[in-house]
């Protein structure tokens, strides 16, 4: 079955705690991305990855490191969360190609005490 | 720039029309448009890229208009599956490719 997964699905931490959220697709896709969504907010991007080795800044990537070093897997890393990112997270992947339609995972919802 | 939606809100009773709007202050690669229900993922619905092309879901429709880079999103003859929020979301493409910048959502309400 053609998905994206992301793990894990609900995360409780402190201020300061090292944590790191996978995503992982299994479509080929070229294009990965993490969104934020808040109550009033939409989604916003936080990064994004057009290939492997290849990631640029969205649009709230502060706070927020991701690594791409395999087309399907895409980490979204916090070095030292803090409680303004307690969030639902979206992983999302796409092609490439003038049609780049985003398939969005499960999420996760992280809340930082 | 975030894109603009409107409304923010809609009630329908199953079988009524809706149109719901996103304008951008940019030019525009392409407009996506999601729909997510309560405690789901978004999912997409369709695709307007510059240039005409149309991707998308076969009972939802969509116009774009280039030149105003405003996108609408038609729903027609409601069925109360069609309840969540839409969301649209916008490409600016050239050297941005991938980068989606969404509106706050318009939530669909509809009743039997």
């Known amino acids: 079955e053609a998905q994206v997964t992301q793990n894990p699905r609900y995360l409780i931490t402190v201020t300061g705690k090292k944590l790191t959220v996978t995503c992982s697709q299994n479509m080929n ?12 907010l939409g989604l916003r991007q936080i990064y994004y990855s057009m290939n492997v080795e290849v990631t640029d800044k969205g649009d709230v990537p502060e706070g927020y490191k991701v690594s791409r070093k395999e087309k399907r897997n895409f980490p979204l890393i916090l070095e030292s969360p803090s409680p303004n990112q307690t969030s639902l997270y979206f992983c999302a992947s796409s092609p490439a190609g003038r049609v780049r339609a985003q398939y969005f995972g499960p999420g996760t919802r992280l809340t930082v005490l | 720039q975030q894109p603009v939606q409107s409304p923010q ?19 525009l ?12 993922a978004p999912v997409f619905l369709m695709i307007l890229l510059k240039g005409g092309e149309q991707k998308g879901h ?6 774009f208009n280039e030149k105003k880079q405003q996108s609408s999103l038609y729903l027609t003859a ?3 599956s069609y309840s969540g929020t839409y969301f649209c979301g916008t490409e600016i493409g050239g050297g941005s490719q991938g980068n989606l910048i969404f509106g706050k959502g318009t939530k669909l309400s509809v009743k039997p």
Not at chain 1, 29 to 40: A, F, I, T
Not at chain 2, 58 to 63: G, H, L, P, T, V
Request: net charge negative; glycine share 6%.
């Open chain 1, 29 to 40: 896709h070229e294009y990965m991305s993490w969104y934020r969504q808040d109550p009033g």
């Open chain 2, 9 to 27: 809100a809609v009630i329908l009773r199953e079988g009524e029309d809706a149109v719901i709007n996103c304008s951008s202050s940019k030019a």
């Open chain 2, 29 to 40: 690669y392409s407009v996506h448009w999601y729909r997510q229900k309560h405690g789901e």
């Open chain 2, 58 to 63: 076969e009972k939802i429709s969509a116009s």
């Open chain 2, 78 to 80: 409601s069925q109360l």
